[in-house]
Each structure stands twice: as structure tokens, then as C-alpha cells.
């Protein structure tokens, strides 16, 4: 009781947001990492009816209907499950390996892009025959063959062995919009740190708004969704959109 009547609670808050597939109990709720912004915005039907009883005008009677649950988020860090997410993107695993004799065609002044990033222990052949490292650079996005490069004629048929790391690709807008359910574990900096947990039940993310991929400050991912009503959450005074607890 005394916390119900408490009056002073400014809020400040910083913390982890989790998220995981909506509708699968037994996913984990994993981290999303540095969250920016998480808002929640209601957008509101108004309905009037006119005071016509009475010189002047005014409002006779009104109801309010929320119509709408919005959500944005701007998140830091593009992590492979954040990109694909907001992508609508699926994301496959290529395992760090060897690859040996992959075909290309040469052409001087331009890059040759590898099945495999950051390549290493590069070799490039021409038939049997081994190109002399001078003739091409090696750069983490593939082999670049500089103009006038000796060794290398254009449209050479070339066979370029190579090791490459462990890497991930995201092949976007291949998939639907995620539904996602989303927990904040929040603690207020206004108030001694104390929680704020607020679950949001049931996410339709919407796709990022940019990817700004040169820029001269840190890169973002800003998504915006709704919040859909959540079947599952029934029974009196039960939100089935998100709940809100706090210390």
C-alpha cells in the first residue's frame, strides 16, 4: 500500500531489452544489446458529439478509443539476428574453411568478389600456372587487379585458392515481418536504480527506415511496429498489448 501512494517517482530510465519469437514459450529471451530509444506511443480515436441544447456550442458527451499502439526503437548494434530482423532478412552460417580453385574472370581496374571474406593465404592460378602476388591486392572484400597489372590480362580465366574466417550472410526481404515479444529491464537512474519491467506482448516489427551504411557518426537501426493484441493474455485486468512493473 504504501508503494501505490507513493508520490515522488521521476523516471530515468536505462537498461536491457529482451526479445524473442512470439507464440514459442520455450525460446529464450535473448538480449538485444544497446537499446537507444524504446518508446511507446498510443494513438487515440476521439469521438465527439455537439452540445446543441445550448447557445455557444461545446461538447455534449465524447468517447476515447485507443486505436493504436505504436513502438519505435533505435538499436546500436548490428548484430547478425538484429540485421536480419530488420531486414525481414534470413541469415545463413558459412563455416571458416579452405576453398580451392574458385573460377573467375579478370578484369584490369576492377575487384573480384570471393564467396569468402577476408581472404588469406591467397593463391591465384591461370591455368597451372601461378600468378606472382604483385599482379593483384588482397583486401578484405575480395582481390582487387590494379590497371596495368603484369602477370594478368584481361578476361583470364582465374582459379583463386584462399582461407577465409567464419561469417554470416543476411539475404534481405526474403521473409515476413517478425512478430516479436519484447521485455525491458529497466532501472531507473532517477530513483536509486530501482526496476522497471515493462513486457510488451506481442511486436509486428516493421522494417528499418534506413541503413545508413557511410556516415560520420555511429550507425543505427530505427524500427518502428505495433503492438497487436496478444490472445493468449485474457481475464479481468489482464493487458493482453504490455504490462508495466516497478519497485
Do not use: C
Not at 514459442?24 to 537499446?35: C, K, L, S
Not at 478509443?65 to 541469415?91: C, H, Q, Y
Amino acid at each position: 500500500m504504501a508503494l501505490i501512494k507513493q508520490i515522488y517517482k521521476p523516471q530515468w530510465t536505462v537498461g536491457q531489452v529482451y526479445a524473442r519469437p512470439w507464440g514459442v514459450a520455450a525460446a529464450p529471451r535473448t538480449p538485444v544489446g544497446n537499446v537507444l530509444l524504446l518508446e511507446l506511443s498510443h494513438e487515440e480515436e476521439v469521438k465527439k458529439q455537439a452540445d446543441m441544447t445550448r447557445l455557444g456550442g461545446g461538447t455534449y458527451a465524447q468517447v476515447r478509443r485507443i486505436s493504436g499502439v505504436a513502438v519505435k526503437m533505435d538499436l546500436a548494434d548490428w548484430n547478425p539476428v538484429n540485421f536480419a530482423r530488420s531486414t525481414f532478412g534470413t541469415s545463413a552460417v558459412l563455416a571458416a574453411g579452405a576453398v580451392v580453385d574458385e573460377p573467375h574472370k579478370a578484369h584490369l581496374g576492377g575487384l573480384i568478389r570471393l564467396a569468402g571474406l577476408q581472404p588469406s593465404l591467397v593463391t591465384i592460378k591461370i591455368g597451372v600456372a601461378a600468378v606472382d602476388a604483385s599482379a593483384y591486392e588482397v583486401r578484405p572484400e575480395g582481390i582487387f587487379i590494379p590497371e596495368g597489372s603484369v602477370g594478368i590480362a584481361e578476361d583470364d580465366d582465374l582459379l583463386i585458392s584462399y582461407t577465409h574466417p567464419e561469417m554470416v550472410s543476411v539475404e534481405a526481404l526474403t521473409s515476413a515481418a517478425p512478430e516479436l515479444e519484447l521485455s525491458f529491464g529497466g532501472l531507473n537512474e532517477a530513483d536509486s536504480g530501482k526496476p522497471v519491467v515493462v513486457d510488451i506482448w506481442r511486436v509486428s516489427s516493421g522494417i528499418a527506415k534506413t541503413l545508413a551504411l557511410v556516415q560520420s557518426d555511429f550507425g543505427k537501426l530505427s524500427i518502428e511496429g505495433e503492438v497487436l493484441k496478444d490472445p493468449t493474455k485474457v481475464g479481468v485486468g489482464i493487458s493482453p498489448y504490455y504490462r508495466t512493473q516497478m519497485v
